[in-house]
């Protein structure tokens, strides 16, 4: 019995000190309020615009309480919108219906994001560099103040493990499982290349890093991410790309040719060390199929606009197309790539007059919850099967032969039909295969 009531005052104790440490390491504002420590053993909860108060923010103003007692569950809205297809074909093809729905969305979703930014890796409270410095990857979530008791506050283990041990139990696949949506290979490039424009960790001065001088859709990895690496990819005549015709198709120049960096190691010849706007597409050949695709798409644009407007000199006929190339991009990703993710019956729509007059916040940057989460690795397949031919990731990877062997248009055909893996918790040994 004294040993249980000493054991009992320790752990007491212990919560205690904890406590008078950070009151805020136990998280106890909610609904979104910020916490502030008064001393060592008071906090404060600032509930502004968060649709509730009380000391730790969980008391529902009058229209939050309506709003919260009259709104649907998220299980409630996803089965509605993945059902009644007929109900949905009639929304889909009465306009004004669709666009008040995607007005909706869009607005709702927003709101759900702090905007401006609030918070970054080395800033727990509102601050001007949380704001305006992009070096950094924005936080939805505070860090964890650094004088609590764990890593993760009050709850858990005083160490975090080791993240090598953790990706292998959490993450590595042991059976590769088709995915049930019959999501494709066209699918995960797709998804590889277009998020590769914001998603650029910078690992020299840490993961909280991001080396991307944007944080939005400028599609800096088809024409650089700096005006010097823009130029050397740049034509100078008609507003187009500089390219190189192999057998009648249109391919990106090499790097001999423009001068830019490219990741290659050092087995690849020169003639297939294709330069492109990110320096590393050239890991695997489903990148550099879409950056050929947008090449192509590019040029093709600059023709159109140059018999358009035969008056306009080599600048106007790059930056108007440019815009033309990042409005495509964005329609795609809602239309196509959002929507197969949604796998709503709801038709997405890509169209900036549905949120003109609205308060709305034109600006973006990235989280680094989006970034962790944007790891798709399970998508990837055991072998890639292109015409008649069946590649192991030892022959997959930095192979940019296979993009010039098979050509561009059995490239999709060929990753359209083969399905990608699942994405769930458990991922895949394609990581270990891609290491050997």
């Given at each position: 019995m004294i040993r249980f009531t000493f054991a009992v005052f320790l752990l007491a104790l212990g919560y205690l000190v904890c406590v008078e440490g950070n009151p805020c390491c136990s998280e106890p504002c909610q609904n979104r309020g910020v916490c502030t420590a008064m001393g060592t053993d008071k906090y404060e909860c600032d509930c502004t615009r968060t649709g509730f108060f009380g000391p730790n923010c969980t008391t529902p103003e009058f229209?939050?309480?309506?709003?919260?007692?009259?709104?649907?569950?998220?299980?409630?809205?996803?089965?509605?919108?993945?059902?009644?297809?007929?109900?949905?074909?009639i929304i889909n093809n009465i306009s004004f219906l669709r666009d008040a729905i995607m007005r909706y969305v869009l607005t709702s979703r927003s709101h759900l994001i702090d905007s401006p930014p609030t918070f970054n890796v080395d800033?727990?409270?509102?601050?001007?560099?949380?704001?305006?410095?992009?070096?950094?990857?924005?936080?939805?979530?505070?860090?964890?103040?650094?004088?609590?008791?764990?890593?993760?506050?009050?709850?858990?283990?005083?160490?975090?493990p080791d993240a090598?041990?953790?990706?292998?139990?959490?993450?590595?696949?042991?059976?590769?499982?088709?995915?049930?949506?019959?999501?494709?290979?066209?699918?995960?490039?797709?998804?590889?290349?277009?998020?590769?424009?914001?998603?650029?960790?910078?690992?020299?001065?840490?993961?909280?890093?991001?080396?991307a001088k944007g944080h939005g859709v400028d599609l800096n990895h088809i024409y650089g991410e700096t005006l010097d690496r823009q130029h050397k990819l740049r034509l100078f005549k008609d507003g187009k790309l500089k390219y190189q015709v192999l057998e009648g198709e249109i391919y990106p120049p090499t790097v001999k040719e423009v001068g830019v960096e490219m990741h290659y190691p050092p087995h690849v010849p020169d003639s297939h060390r294709f330069a492109v706007g990110h320096e590393a597409f050239g890991l695997v050949p489903g990148l550099m199929m879409y950056a050929t695709i947008w090449l192509r798409e590019h040029n093709r644009v600059c023709d159109v606009l140059k018999e358009v407007h035969p008056d306009w000199d080599d600048e106007r006929l790059f930056q108007t197309t440019r815009l033309i190339l990042i409005g495509e991009t964005i329609k795609i990703v809602i239309e196509d790539y959002v929507q197969h993710l949604s796998g709503y019956n709801f038709k997405l729509k890509f169209d900036p007059e549905l949120l003109f007059n609205q308060r709305f916040q034109y600006q973006n940057r990235i989280s680094s919850e989006f970034n962790t989460l944007y790891h798709w690795h399970p998508l990837m397949p055991d072998s890639f099967h292109i015409e008649e031919k069946d590649y192991s990731y030892k022959q997959f990877v930095f192979n940019t032969s296979v993009v010039t062997e098979h050509g561009i248009n059995n490239l999709v055909e060929s990753f359209t039909k083969q399905i990608a893996g699942r994405v769930r918790a458990v991922c895949t040994n394609c990581c270990r295969k891609h290491s050997d």
């Open positions: 229209l939050t309480w309506v709003k919260v007692s009259l709104k649907p569950s998220p299980n409630a809205v996803h089965y509605i919108l993945t059902h009644f297809k007929g109900f949905w074909n800033y727990g409270y509102k601050s001007w560099e949380a704001y305006s410095n992009l070096s950094y990857y924005t936080r939805s979530l505070p860090p964890v103040p650094e004088d609590c008791p764990t890593p993760m506050g009050v709850e858990g283990k005083k160490e975090l090598k041990v953790l990706a292998e139990k959490l993450l590595m696949r042991r059976q590769f499982i088709p995915d049930p949506q019959g999501t494709s290979l066209m699918f995960a490039f797709f998804a590889q290349h277009f998020t590769h424009q914001f998603f650029k960790s910078d690992m020299k001065r840490g993961p909280a890093f991001i080396q």
